[in-house]
């Protein structure tokens, strides 16, 4: 299992975040999936989270940069923050 700054788009900062959500390693980041992660940040940081950090998990998830997510996943993505923010 990879450390998660090693996946692409997670920094240090991001990193530490998810760890204090508990996930802390690849395996489950992509357990919990990109939705059900940013939920967890955004409920240790009072919904301090933004847009581009869901795309960073996603495309951490897929092993890809986030500006290449697919348009219609990226869509959705959007969709669910702005629910999620409501």
Sequence with gaps: MSQLTNLPNIGEVLAAKLQQAGIN?????????????IIKLATITNNDVCI????A???????????????????????FYHQLMK
């Design 25 to 37: 390693n690849e395996q489950q980041l992509k357990e919990c999936g990109s939705e059900n992660a």
């Design 52 to 55: 581009c950090s869901l795309y």
């Design 57 to 79: 998990i996603e495309g951490a998830i897929q092993g890809i940069r986030w500006h290449k997510l697919d348009k219609f996943r990226k869509q959705e993505l959007k969709e």
